[in-house]
């Protein structure tokens, strides 16, 4: 058997092999936040296609935190009634499923809402420019985060992940090329890190200990100033103690910037944060090839690796790769007969 699959348990949660579905905006719900027929289908034909663990899309825990006016929400006790029939379907067909718990702070693009952000720093022209947001703003927005892992919670997820990266909020007060505050949520790495730390703090008192919790990092910014993986590392080891299991590790998207990308070319960076936190990490970026997934593995650099772009091609990728890697894997009964 292959390490690629391979189970893994992390807390009480046993995932039937290594491959991960990441968080990939659909934009296309409406302004309610509801999930419709499209949410459901793409991720059961994901579960069916042998996928181990599902993350849903960015899924705002609040209204003025969406990327776009057409994402998922969890910010209205109404959400969970359909994400809770997304995560039946799904455990149905023998994957886990999380939900990324997200705010978009200044990369907001719904009209008419409250655009905050740690700094009124506008990520570029095309953008509006937010505004600093108050002790009394970071409480609020704290608690929308416990309230979505609640809802969460309800609705039957296996794992949270928590939206750190990608220049969204709690990436821009992590960023010290986002973040200029002059009080203790800005200046030194403690400082940056402090309103993660309360989110995280925040969920752990709804979401169960056994139950595990994930983030997810942009690793290397890209710019003069801006965080590496040395310092994301450093970031976690500040808030892991607060309830961390896993760490995402992807890249980029804080400030506009030229990204040299290549098969792989995110794993050095999950490499450097295992090494460096001592946590579950999950390595992606352009991996499409099973045996470039099982070297990832076999050699420790992750523990999981995830596929976006491959597995929006190809939804059946993991039963492809398994006859490929040579494992005898179940299939859906009935796709038995092209098994061979």
């Not at 008419?112 to 505004?131: K, M, N, Q, W």
């Not at 809802?151 to 973040?179: C, K, M, Q, V, W």
């Not at 999950?282 to 050699?299: H, R, S, V, Y």
């Amino acid at each position: 058997m292959s390490k690629l699959f391979s189970k893994i348990r992390i807390k009480d949660m046993e995932v039937r092999n290594r491959i991960v579905m990441p968080p990939m905006c659909m934009y296309s719900s409406d302004d309610t936040g509801y999930p419709n027929s499209w949410h459901f289908i793409h991720y059961a034909t994901r579960a069916i296609g042998g996928v181990g663990l599902i993350i849903m899309e960015a899924t705002a825990v609040e209204k003025r935190g969406r990327i776009s006016a057409r994402d998922l929400g969890i910010w209205d006790d109404s959400h969970v009634e359909g994400l809770a029939r997304i995560v039946a379907e799904v455990k149905k067909h023998g994957a886990k499923i999380g939900v990324q718990l997200a705010h978009a702070g200044r990369k907001c693009t719904a009209p008419d809402e409250d655009l905050i952000a740690p700094s009124p720093i506008a990520f570029d022209e095309t953008y509006g420019v937010p505004r600093e947001m108050t002790k009394e703003d970071i409480k609020e927005v704290v608690s929308a985060f416990k309230a979505g892992a609640y809802r969460a919670l309800s609705a039957g997820f296996d794992i949270i992940e928590i939206h750190a990266a990608h220049g969204y909020l709690i990436n821009e007060f992590l960023s010290p090329l986002t973040n200029k505050r002059t009080d203790e949520y800005g200046g030194n790495i403690e400082n940056r890190a402090r309103f993660l730390k309360e989110v995280i703090k925040a969920v752990r008192e709804v979401w169960p200990e056994e139950k595990p919790l994930m983030v997810r990092v942009s690793a290397e910014e890209y710019a003069e100033g801006g965080n590496h993986d040395v310092d994301l590392a450093q970031i976690i080891n500040l808030v892991k103690e607060e309830g961390v299991d896993v760490i995402d590790v992807s890249s980029g998207a804080v400030v506009p910037a030229k990204i040299n990308v290549y098969p792989g070319y995110q794993v050095r960076f999950a490499e450097t944060i295992k090494k460096m936190t001592g946590l579950f990490v999950i390595a992606g970026g352009l991996i499409t090839a099973p045996e470039m997934a099982e070297e990832i593995l076999q050699n420790e650099r992750a523990d999981m690796v995830y596929l976006g772009r491959e597995l929006l091609r190809n939804p059946y990728w993991p039963l492809a790769a398994a006859k490929e890697l040579g494992d005898d894997i179940k299939w859906p009964e009935q796709y038995e007969r092209s098994r061979k």
